[in-house]
């Protein structure tokens, strides 16, 4: 059971604002997660960003989330960089905003987060790391990427079994601004939005 504010916001997102284009962007990881539902067979999801550090976070919390929403098991949800930096702030207040409880479990330069959207599952856990990391699957999973630059500069992700682009503006152009919390929640809430239609997608035996 999700907390009842992301729950709220889950519903409250509308997945008909979503283009025809977009759609087709996303169809690729609909696809993916179908036929290993059908197979039931384990589903890991690996977003991938450059610095593992906005985009790569959020949508891997909202993955894990909107699959716990739709009741679709088995799926696991990872992250990861061409280069290790740090969870931005303002990524983990975007989250926070939508009611997820987040803890920092370490205080370094590139701090461990437990991210928790229910009370009876385990936390999801955010922390920069290159996307072969030891924590991440190094086979038969989904390379997501979810930035440009990591999408042409990646052009090989050893292990993985299939590779979806499915690029975001970086919120970071905002950052120092008056309006870098709301274009974060902003680009939070599109990565919601865009994941709901996803697993809303997706049919259970």
């Known amino acids: 059971m999700l907390y009842y504010q992301i729950k709220a916001q889950v ?3 509308d997945v008909n604002s979503i283009s025809a284009d977009r759609k087709e962007i996303l169809q690729p990881l609909i696809d993916f997660i179908q036929e290993k539902v059908t197979q039931n067979q384990i589903i890991n999801l690996n977003f991938i960003c450059t610095h593992n550090s906005r985009r790569s976070h959020l949508s891997q ?17 990872y992250s990861g960089g061409t280069e290790a930096t740090a969870l931005f702030p303002s990524a983990a207040q975007a989250l926070q905003s939508s009611g997820f409880k987040i803890s920092k479990l370490s205080v370094e330069s590139n701090p461990v987060y437990a991210i928790k959207y229910s009370e009876t599952v385990h936390p999801v856990i955010g ?9 991440n699957p190094t086979s038969e999973f989904a390379a997501i990427m979810t930035c440009s630059s990591a ?7 050893a292990g993985a079994e299939k590779r979806i682009p499915m690029t975001y503006e970086d919120p970071k152009a905002f950052d120092n601004t008056p309006q870098q919390a709301e274009k974060y929640k902003e680009r939070s809430l599109q990565i919601a939005n865009e994941l709901k239609y996803v697993f809303s997608n997706i049919k259970v035996k």
């Open 11 to 13: 519903e409250q997102l």
């Open 61 to 77: 919390v909202w993955a894990q989330t909107l699959a716990s929403y739709f009741n679709i098991k088995n799926v696991f949800c």
């Open 127 to 135: 922390f920069s790391k290159t996307f072969d990391n030891d924590f």
């Open 151 to 157: 999408d042409k500069g990646c052009p090989f992700i």
